[in-house]
């Protein structure tokens, strides 16, 4: 399997669930991303890990927990979300030593908060 | 900081006409512009980019030129598929270390037989 792949597509949870989204990726980059994507909206770049450390976090809060094992995986802890953090969650990942380097992104998990 | 604007959709067009999508940034330094596309169901993907002044980045047809002048890297493509339906974004990269990539808010392109 290659790119970047995220599971699960959809994900329907109540405000008192607590969830994991999972990406993967097969393209042997440094960096991963979390971003959401909401209607309307320009996509909202939530963390960023470069080497497996966490180099962004663009004031989430912290009911949005990621974690990153290692340079291929990249996981989204969700607890106690509100309506309003229904929207598509998309991972990317890219090469963070190339300048203007392209990334890539997974197909996104369709979250519905209940 | 960095911001993108782009044109408010949806676009609606015929099969065959010419297309436009206004993009428009602001950036300090000299950033690398991009155009992603996001088809139905999918995440976004590459479509074209430009890393300097001038350069004209193109792909499928479509193509796009970095004015820095008018800060401005419009998509174009002179004959548009049904195929092409899909959203659109213009993003710039600082190109400083890991991809702080700022993206606009998406154009969505309807192309009607």
């Known amino acids: 399997e290659t790119g970047v792949t995220q599971t699960p597509r959809h994900l329907v949870m109540g405000m008192t669930n607590k969830k994991s989204l999972k990406c993967e990726q097969h393209?042997?980059?440094?960096?991963m991303y979390w971003y959401k994507q909401s209607a309307k909206k320009p996509l909202e770049l939530m963390f960023v890990?470069?080497?497996?450390?966490?180099?962004e976090n663009n004031s989430v809060p912290s009911r949005f927990s990621p974690e990153c094992p290692n340079s291929s995986h990249l996981f989204l802890h969700l607890h106690t979300l509100q309506p309003e953090d229904s929207a598509l969650y998309l991972c990317?990942?890219?090469?963070?030593?190339?300048?203007?380097?392209?990334?890539?992104f997974g197909a996104g998990t369709r979250l519905s908060v209940l | 900081g960095d911001s993108v604007t782009q044109m408010e959709g949806p676009v609606t067009l015929s099969e065959e006409a010419f297309l436009t999508i206004n993009c428009t940034y602001t950036?300090?330094?000299?950033?690398?512009l991009f155009w992603y596309v996001q088809y139905p169901g999918e995440g976004l993907q590459l479509l074209l980019k430009a890393t300097k002044a001038d350069d004209k980045g193109s792909n499928k047809g479509f193509e796009a030129t970095y004015r820095k002048e008018t800060t401005s890297f419009h998509l174009e493509k002179g004959s548009v598929q049904v195929s092409d339906s899909a959203v659109y974004f213009c993003a710039l990269n600082p190109g400083r270390g890991y991809q702080k990539v700022t993206f606009g808010t998406g154009t969505k392109l309807q192309v009607i037989p």
């Open positions: 890990y470069s080497l497996e450390e966490r180099v």
């Open positions: 393209l042997g980059h440094n960096a």
């Open positions: 950036a300090t330094g000299y950033p690398s």
């Open positions: 990317a990942s890219s090469q963070a030593d190339r300048d203007a380097d392209i990334q890539y």
